[in-house]
């Protein structure tokens, strides 16, 4: 069967799923046709997103995660308010307009305690936005946080097929309370971000376009999606890592299926090629995560084995990136960067 890309929207499951799979020959194009819908909607511009891992404490023990609560060899650390502020500052001289606060699930950190740092990290840098990736929580708690003055919100749902959840997850995780997370998260009127692991144990491409069916449902302005690596100290120690390839391939296919969204070039990707998050960004990508966290924390925050940037001040990430984006082709920007649409 001859797939023509030009009608992607309309592709049928049997469909998607050929041209998620090794095919060579539509591969150039696929890229080609990506990158012309990102220039249409967002033309050469790469946003730049603060990144402060804040906790590496986590309540979850997901399989593949290097910060899962059974890993006791994990050293783990939390940052303080103003360890955090002291981010934001560094981050802003830099020119990030984004920060983005990520941990592990960490209950250290209440209601209480997030809302006041969300407000401080607010009246200082009124014209930035603020993203938290915390993970599960009520709905009451989504929305102090958004009345506190958060933006965005990342969440990815992992997997969205059923089975295939559960064989990431021990028990007490479900795929259902964290769908609800996310629709609860868009009501109360987040920017909202979701995603994937490419090539995590027991993905099938069926998986995938599940992936992708979940997320047309529910419309995010942010995909983050990035391969699956192996970390040492947990259950999937000896699994493959998810291939590069794949995961360009699916950047740009959901660049065609979603113009308009916010979609990074991720740390990940990065990780298992060192080329990797230029390809992501010619693949369709827009979006990159220089790391904010002080540098005396950031190997503490090790998801899988290896992961780049860990030694590097700020504003070295900055340069590096920088440099980066326009050796791919294209031009850091420092805008706030909200979904075109
Ligand atoms: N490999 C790749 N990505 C991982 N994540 C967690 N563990 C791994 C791993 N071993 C991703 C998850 C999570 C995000 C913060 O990091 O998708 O949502
Ligand atoms: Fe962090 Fe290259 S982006 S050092």
Redesign the pocket.
Known sequence: MELDISRIKEFNDDELKQLIEYDESINQDLIKVADAVRREYYGDKVYLRGLIEFTNYCKND?Y???IRCGNRKANRYRLSKEEILMACKEGYELGYRTFVL?GGEDGYYTDEIICDIVSSIRSKYEDCAITL?IGERSKSSYKAYFDAGANRYLL?H?TADKAHYEKLHPDVMSLDNRKRCLYDLKEIGYQVGS???VGSPYQTTECLVEDIRFLQDLEPDMIGI??????KD?P?KDCENGSARLTLRMISILRLLFPYVLLPSTT?LGTISPTGRELGLQAGANVVMPNLTPVRYRQQYE??DNKICTGEEAAECRGCLEKRIEAAGYRAVTDRGDVAR
């Open positions: 997901c593949y995660c290097g990520q990736s990815r992992e995603g994937f692991m990035g391969p699956f690596i192996s970390h947990t999937f990940a998801l899988y």
